[in-house]
Nanobody, 123 residues
C-alpha cells in the first residue's frame, strides 16, 4: 500500500544527517498513525518512531531519541524522518508502516508496510 520513496537516503559519514520520506498512495493516509522501523543485518526489526494521525503525538525509540525527528504532512500523504548525528549503529534498512491502532511500537500491529530504503553510515 505504502511506497517509501527514498529522498535523501543513502550513504553518509558518521555525524552527518539524512532525511527520509515515505509517501503513501492510499486515500485514507490521514486516518493512520505512521511508524518508522529499521532492520540491520542479522538483527530484529527495531522500532524507530511513531506519529499520531494528526501529528500531535510522537514517540521515539531510545536509541534515536534526541537525534531523529519524525513529522508528517497529511496534505502530501507523506511522513518524514530527519536523522541527525548519525552513527554506524544507525546503518540499516529503514521501513515506514501504517497502523490504525495508534501510538503502538510493535511491528506485528502494523497494517501496511512500505518498501525499505538503505541507510549506510561510514565511520
Amino acid at each position: 500500500r505504502s511506497s517509501c520513496r527514498r529522498l535523501g537516503g543513502g550513504v553518509v559519514q558518521a555525524g552527518g544527517s539524512l532525511r527520509l520520506t515515505c509517501t503513501d498512495s492510499g486515500r485514507t493516509f490521514s486516518s493512520y498513525s505512521m511508524n518508522w522501523f529499521r532492520q540491520a543485518p542479522g538483527k530484529e526489526r527495531e522500532f524507530v518512531a511513531v506519529i499520531s494521525w494528526s501529528g500531535s503525538s510522537i514517540n521515539y525509540g531510545d536509541s534515536v531519541q534526541g537525534r531523529f525527528t519524525m513529522s508528517r504532512d497529511n496534505a502530501k500523504n507523506s511522513v518524514y524522518l530527519q536523522m541527525n548525528n548519525l552513527k554506524p549503529d544507525d546503518m540499516a534498512i529503514y521501513y515506514c508502516a501504517a497502523n490504525h491502532r495508534g501510538m503502538v511500537k510493535e511491528a506485528k500491529y502494523m497494517d501496511y508496510w512500505g518498501n525499505g530504503t538503505q541507510v549506510t553510515v561510514s565511520s
